[in-house]
């Protein structure tokens, strides 16, 4: 468990995973940074999560920023797994400012290859390759990503002969989605543009978007395997789900009612500021609140609070956390995501 840890300015590769004879079984990497603080590494032989032989990994929540050769060879991915790994998930994390984004194998023998994963709800920059790269990786679903790709041709591409049965859906790009060497699979209901105004600030690799657009909103298949967008918000409560990792929609203050109405939490997700206010105050006149980690470690506390308060998480770090509001024997847990 690799949780909220930043990972600065390394020589080589940021977080290496290595493997002899045995693999590395379920890992996980949750809500940390990778940064070159320069916006470019030391040198070519560089990047961020580079993972041989490891099986059952998670890669959530998490931070790229500046994962660039300095010279005219490519760093290798933002996220990499290769070399007999399977079945990694990858979801949520924001790439940016790198020379490719993620990547499931490498070359067309298997057994520098990657089996089945998925990769979804990712906002993806990267400025000198490919977004989303499948290498002799069978059997990979690659759902509801945006993908930004400067000076290539693809955003996502699966190649070679091993790549096989891969899933490529609901996908917003700006290049193209590609078969090479014959990699093979279900390409469907993805989505190309090239007015980057749908977006709240691609200058800032903000990718959500900034309202309803044909083509986009409301356009893509239903997916079993993704039931919530980059924000954790549930997708279900718009139909069909958008294409890309935000789903669009007007968040207002009925966004979490508890306890019978009495209570309303707003807006969620959030990045900074949130609101819960009382709407009883005879029966609700004083509650605790806890805004607590994925880990369940409090990390800010109210107490005798009545009426309206406006609660600042801006100061902790990015990922996941829960806000327990009780009064007596009430309780109740509502999820709030801070933004990257």
Not at 3 to 25: I, T, W
Request: hydrophobic share 35%; with cysteine; aromatic share 10%.
């Amino acid at each position: 468990m690799i949780q909220n840890v930043r990972f600065v300015d390394a020589r080589e590769q940021l977080l290496k995973v290595s493997s002899g004879d045995e693999y590395n079984n379920n890992g996980k990497v949750l809500c940390c940074a990778f940064e070159f603080t320069a916006g470019v590494a030391y040198q070519y032989y560089t990047g961020g999560i580079d993972a041989h032989r490891s099986q059952n990994w998670e890669v959530k929540y998490n931070v790229f920023k500046g994962i660039r050769s300095p010279e005219g060879l490519l760093a290798e991915h933002a996220i990499h797994f290769w070399r007999e790994s399977s079945y990694t998930h990858i979801e949520g994390n924001l790439i940016n400012n790198c020379d490719r984004g993620i990547g499931f194998g490498l070359g067309s023998e298997s057994t520098s290859g990657h089996t089945g994963g998925i990769i979804l709800n990712n906002f993806v920059h990267t400025n000198r390759d490919v977004g989303i790269g499948l290498e002799s990786a069978p059997e990979t679903s690659v759902y509801n990503n945006t993908v930004v790709t400067d000076n290539y041709s693809n955003s996502i591409e699966y190649r070679f002969k091993n790549t096989a049965g891969v899933h490529i859906a609901n996908n917003l790009v700006c290049m193209a989605i590609a078969s090479r060497s014959d990699g093979s699979g279900i390409v469907e209901s993805n989505a190309n543009i090239d007015d980057f105004a749908v977006f709240t600030d691609a200058i800032n690799f903000d990718y959500h978007l900034v309202s309803t657009s044909p083509g986009i909103t409301d356009a893509g298949i239903a997916l079993n395997e993704v039931t919530l967008d980059y924000d954790c918000f549930d997708r279900s409560i718009t139909s069909p789900p958008d294409i890309g990792a935000d789903e669009f929609a007007t968040i207002t203050h009925t966004d979490v009612a508890l306890f019978n109405n009495a209570i309303s939490l707003y807006p969620n997700p959030t990045a900074d500021i949130f609101t819960i206010v009382a709407h009883d105050t005879s029966v609700f006149d004083q509650f605790d609140i806890e805004v607590l980690d994925s880990q369940g470690q409090q990390h800010q506390s109210y107490q005798d609070i009545s009426g309206v308060i406006e609660i600042d998480i801006s100061s902790l770090p990015a990922g996941l956390y829960f806000v327990r509001i009780h009064k007596d024997d009430n309780l109740s847990v509502q999820l709030i995501l801070k933004g990257m």
